[in-house]
């Protein structure tokens, strides 16, 4: 009999990561560099071939673009066709609050108000890699699952 597990997808960044958690404590890891849309479903054959799932997690933004649509597109087609749950969290809840690349030498950062501001990078701020976390906290998500763009007005 399989495991019943939650999944938490965090399609930002290279590598993707995936986090796999049975009673909200991580018992598996998925790390793989590449285009979202090449080995995201990869990653979930495996996951699909062993586990259970009751409930889907994902990062909806700010990052990469491309990646967070492919994730939502193959995510959402999963909870529909098997009736699972789908959450979403910003990505900052997993790299410390970090900046996080947006386009050219710009960066997303969290202000204090909890908004998402796009600026370069200045010389003391440090970019810290994306983790998947020992304990899953779900008062990070929510059920508004649509991709967040953070889209900065031209200039």
Do not use: C, Q, W
Request: glycine content about 4%; proline content about 6%.
């Amino acid at each position: 009999m399989k495991k019943s597990v939650n999944i938490l997808v965090i399609p930002i960044a290279s590598p993707l990561l995936i986090g796999i958690y049975e009673d909200s404590k991580l018992i598996d890891t998925i790390s793989k560099e590449g285009k979202t849309s090449d080995i995201l479903p990869l990653m979930f054959d495996e996951i699909i071939e062993k586990y259970d799932i009751d409930k889907l997690y994902y990062t909806n933004g700010p990052g990469s673009y491309m990646s967070i649509k492919v994730a939502y597109v193959f995510l959402k087609t999963i909870s529909i066709v098997k009736d699972i749950p789908l959450e979403a969290a910003k990505a900052f809840h997993f790299n410390e609050n970090s900046p996080i690349k947006a386009l050219g030498k710009k960066y997303f950062f969290n202000d204090k108000n909890d908004r998402i501001a796009i600026r370069f990078l200045e010389e003391n701020e440090i970019i810290k890699d994306f983790k998947i976390p020992e304990l899953l906290d779900r008062s990070f998500f929510d059920n508004n699952s649509l991709p967040s763009y953070d889209l900065p007005a031209v200039n």
